[in-house]
């Protein structure tokens, strides 16, 4: 139950990564080195599976702004390997 439950929360906190990634992305770069930590930390985290999606979505140009789709794309999918792997974790452990 344990491995279920610690399962169950990285994929909970990964979800919240992906969250805060995009949040970055609509703030301008920032003077407070703590900030900029954090949000270089964050990037390193989400990029390896977000450049997954970026690779088969095309990146959006409305007007002057751009759109990504990869973050939607890639917490519907998560959220699908999360559900996936916590059932199979159910029906192996218990």
Known sequence: MVI??????????YFWLI????I???IPLS????VERVRGF????????????RRLLPFLSLGG???????IIAILALGFI????????FQVLL
Do not use: K
Request: hydrophobic residues 55%.
């Open 4 to 13: 279920i439950r610690l399962v169950d929360t990285a994929f909970v906190v």
């Open 19 to 22: 969250i805060i990634r995009v």
């Open 24 to 26: 970055f992305s609509w």
């Open 31 to 34: 003077s407070n080195a703590v």
């Open 42 to 53: 964050v990037y390193e985290l989400t990029d390896p599976y977000l450049n997954l999606f």
């Open 65 to 71: 702004m751009g759109l990504d789709l990869s973050p």
């Open 82 to 89: 999360h559900r996936i792997v916590v059932s199979i974790l």
